[in-house]
């Protein structure tokens, strides 16, 4: 005989786990991973998401990661070594904002790097998000301040992630604004240049005025914003009007021509014809165009450069001029464009010039009415307009010189191909394969990855000057893998030298940086060591593995699939797990901008990791979960859920066993059988990425062993004289060591104290239960159904013994147990365990129609007799 473990504490506690565990698993290298003999068949790869480290983390955070790592943690038990990096997003819009509030700063180039620079305060209370009351600094000083800020986020970050218990291996990580990351990102975009996947144009771009930068078509957001209609008076030849309505008044000096639809009989005898516009006198062109709307306003539109993107079709398509108002500040220009050349017209002009759009409206709506042009009175609207992700204005529209990458917009056979892998792709759920295939359907436009920031990895080109010092844009030069990775900016190209930079016949180097996406598109190239470590990389390509959240599957997920495909001809991923999202009581999505965010810190140590976890691994992937931190539930649940496999495994070993011993006794094999059911279904739940049903067949069979077998059996395992108590606690214990490892992956740190009680491995590296398992220790005939049946009839012996208000441990002195017949065959396996645990003296089984305890009769201490039946259920 063995007797309980040593090492079982007297009281097990949830508290204190964590970092217990954390430090044990980093000694033993628990989670490092070990390329050394694996093949590619013998790894797990994750493509990790890398956090945008620019604040805290948030309690969606939490859920979508905690799904990955069930999944990381599974795959390893089955015997996988699991690639399982992390990266931190360091670069981009939401660092640069961060930065500039947290020190008091701001960003101007035109400013020489200053040694030692003391920022004005490091998140105090007194800083503001003002331009005007932030200190102007060198570009320099600034990346530097974003390199000190993002390093202090990534160590608080991490330690969330251990007390979480991310079974990462630390020692995989990387930066998107690290040397290796530039290094990627830099040679990836000069080799789409010299395959003609990367182009610079000058074009109409999409540009917001506080951030004084490009966006992407992947990162807007409508906004609905109040508007007006103004109906106002275009002149034709022959002295009469023709009228339009538009909600930008304040973009007439912009406009080039007008357009209504070709069917649109009202408006044909116009088209090719010339009408003048009101204020400024400009003749411009009537067209024809399937686009315009004969239902809308007027009918006929006028189109502006540019006032919407609509705009910029019509005026790519008809071959129409750019006449250009709106500056990069989201003023109008300075002077009139080309077409204003009277001197009302001129005049009228320079009264807008340097306003704001808002301004500048107010001003020709004034002209308008005094000229009698407009038509009546603004009619008020409610409209969708266009603003950047992290914008608080309305873009606008404006010609720049931008880089671009193909994405399939204007290419059928690339379109095709990333459709095609869109297929072959295995999607968790399957129905988010949609957005993915209507985001790539309706691509209107190539992938614009030029930005007007600093914090970012720079575009490695530089771009001689004529005899004039005037930038040769038509002939880049473009920087050699062996300068990567480079800063134009203050690198120096072949054959020239740092004083020519900037005079004529000289050079001047790129000063925009790349969109973070274009770093972050490569993660498993970073992560997986493309071009750097290329033994690791063909262990770990493709991988098997992407998590994200289904809101970035337009910009990461995609952004992903078409660097592979360029670069590789490949997907770079074998599955996508796509996390819902977190939302509030009111079920408003959490995010920080919305101001209901939660973070988890306080969480974690108010209810323990395992209790977070089982909170996130409850909801499956792709749906929303609630969360209201006044009262959650799930968490509440998921504790005491991890407390009782705590104070279940310390009772079930202190029960004496026997090495080798078999189960023999029908119930204990009734038990085991169910057990190995639960095994097979976990086990599919999880190969198909469902953590949530394996974590509620295993839940809901753990309960069930705890409240009916546990019961059933205590008797039997403690009584060393019966002859069955070795099959009992064999059972136990094999129950036991089957449910940890079932939830290992959901509650790594009750398991793995658990474990360490009679084990001297981990539990995280031991073998994943299988139903192989149980055929040595199980010997005979086994029914699922007789536990079923003890369980029903325990039910009822408990609770005739609470209706007489009697204690369990009352002894009874008779009793019947009334089944169908089938239920009396099974029951007549557990009558003796069923006579133990009620303290029943005689226990009678009886044919009836349905199942009820009848003769109930106590110990005369208690003087109580159940005359009438006791029906399950009641």
């Not at 290298?29 to 890398?50: C, M, N, V």
């Not at 399982?84 to 960003?107: A, F």
């Not at 023709?242 to 209504?260: D, F, K, N």
Request: with cysteine; proline share 6%; aromatic share 10%.
């Amino acid at each position: 005989m063995t007797n309980t473990p040593a090492n079982v504490p007297e009281k097990p506690a949830l508290e204190g786990l964590e970092s217990k565990w954390n430090g044990l698993w980093e000694t033993a290298g628990t989670h490092h991973f070990k390329r050394e003999g694996q093949t590619r068949a013998s790894i797990f790869s994750i493509d990790t998401p890398p956090p945008t480290a620019s604040g805290s983390l948030h309690i969606g955070h939490v859920f979508s990661y905690t799904h990955t790592d069930v999944i990381a943690r599974f795959q390893r038990m089955l015997g996988k070594e699991v690639f399982y990096p992390m990266g931190w997003d360091d670069n981009g819009l939401p660092t640069e904002r961060r930065v500039q509030n947290y020190y008091g700063v701001r960003c101007d180039p035109s400013l020489p790097y200053e040694t030692g620079f003391a920022p004005p305060f490091e998140g105090g209370d007194n800083k503001s998000s003002k331009a005007a009351d932030q200190k102007p600094i060198s570009r320099k000083n600034f990346i530097e301040l974003c390199e000190r800020l993002t390093v202090e986020d990534e160590k608080q970050f991490e330690d969330v992630w251990r007390i979480l218990g991310l079974s990462v291996d630390w020692k995989q990580t990387y930066r998107t604004i690290g040397d290796e990351s530039l290094f990627v990102s830099q040679l990836a975009f000069t080799r789409n240049v010299e395959r003609g996947e990367a182009y610079q144009a000058q074009a109409p771009t999409l540009w917001d005025v506080t951030f004084r930068t490009a966006v992407a078509q992947a990162e807007l957001e409508d906004k609905e914003m109040p508007g007006a209609y103004h109906r106002l008076a275009f002149h034709k030849p022959d002295g009469t009007d023709i009228h339009i309505e538009t909600t930008r008044p304040e973009l007439l000096a912009a406009c080039v021509a007008l357009v209504a639809h070709p069917d649109d009989d009202r408006f044909k005898p116009l088209f090719n014809t010339m009408v003048t516009t009101p204020i400024f006198g400009v003749e411009v062109p009537v067209l024809a165009h399937h686009l315009a709307q004969p239902d809308k306003g007027s009918g006929i539109a006028m189109v502006c450069t540019f006032g919407d993107l609509t705009d910029v079709i019509w005026w790519r398509e008809l071959d129409l001029p750019i006449r250009a108002v709106i500056g990069f500040d989201g003023r109008l220009l300075p002077e009139a464009p080309e077409g204003i050349v009277s001197d009302a017209g001129l005049a009228a002009y320079a009264e807008l010039a340097g306003k704001t759009v808002f301004s500048a409206k107010q001003t020709v709506v004034e002209m308008l009415t005094a000229s009698g042009e407009m038509i009546g009175e603004p009619k008020p609207i409610v409209h969708p307009v266009k603003f950047f992700e992290k914008g608080d204005k309305p873009l606008e529209i404006v010609s720049t010189r931008q880089w671009y990458i193909k994405n399939g917009a204007r290419d059928e056979v690339l379109r095709e191909k990333l459709l095609g892998f869109g297929r072959d792709l295995e999607w968790h759920p399957e129905f988010m394969r949609v957005r993915y295939e209507n985001w790539v359907g309706g691509l209107s436009g190539d992938w614009l990855i030029s930005r007007q920031r600093f914090f970012g990895v720079p575009i490695p080109v530089w771009y001689p000057l004529d005899a004039d010092g005037n930038p040769v844009f038509e002939k880049p030069m473009i920087a050699t893998r062996e300068q990567l990775p480079v800063d134009p900016s203050t690198d120096v190209p072949s054959g020239f030298t740092e004083a020519q930079r900037g005079v004529a016949n000289g050079f001047v180097g790129e000063v925009d940086v790349m969109d973070t996406w274009a770093t972050s598109s490569l993660t498993p190239q970073l992560a997986g060591g493309w071009e750097r470590d290329e033994e690791l990389f063909s262990l770990v390509w493709p991988f098997d593995l992407r998590p994200q959240g289904q809101d970035i599957i337009r910009t990461w997920l995609f952004s992903t699939m078409l660097r592979a495909t360029l670069e590789l001809g490949e997907k770079p991923w074998k599955h996508a797990a796509l996390s819902g999202f977190i939302v509030d009581p009111d079920r408003k999505k959490m995010s920080k901008s919305k101001g209901n965010v939660v973070t988890p810190a306080d969480m974690l140590e108010q209810h323990g990791s395992d209790a977070v976890r089982y909170w996130a691994a409850s909801s499956r992937l792709g749906t929303d979960a609630a969360f209201d931190p006044q009262n959650p539930t799930q968490i509440k649940i998921g504790r005491r859920l991890a407390i009782k496999v705590l104070n279940a495994s310390k009772f079930i070993l202190s029960f004496e066993s026997s090495d080798n011993v078999q189960v023999t006794n029908a119930l204990d094999l009734s038990m085991l059988a169910s057990l190995r059911t639960v095994v097979a279904d976990a086990t599919a739940a999880l190969t198909n990425y469902d953590h949530a049903k394996a974590l509620e067949v295993t839940e809901s069979f753990f309960w069930t062993f705890c409240d009916d077998y546990l019961e059933l059996v205590k008797e039997r395992a403690y009584n060393l004289e019966h002859p069955e108590q070795a099959s009992a606690v064999a059972a136990l214990r094999l129950a036991l060591n089957v449910m940890l490892r079932l939830f290992a992956p959901v509650l790594p740190f009750a398991t793995a104290e658990v474990w360490s009680w009679y084990h001297e491995d981990s539990i995280h590296r031991s073998a994943w239960p299988v139903v192989g398992e149980f055929d040595t220790v199980m010997v005979g005939e086994s029914d699922p159904a007789i536990l079923v049946a003890a369980s029903a009839a325990l039910i009822g012996i408990r609770r005739g013994k609470t209706d007489a208000k009697a204690s369990q441990k009352t002894v009874v002195l008779s009793a019947t147990v009334n089944a169908p017949a089938a239920m009396v065959a099974l029951l007549t396996h557990a009558l003796d365990d069923l006579r133990a645990v009620g303290r029943i003296e005689v226990l009678t089984l009886a044919v009836a129609d349905e199942l009820s305890v009848t003769d109930f009769e106590l110990a005369p201490v208690v003087a109580a007799t159940i005359e009438s039946a006791t029906k399950l259920g009641n």
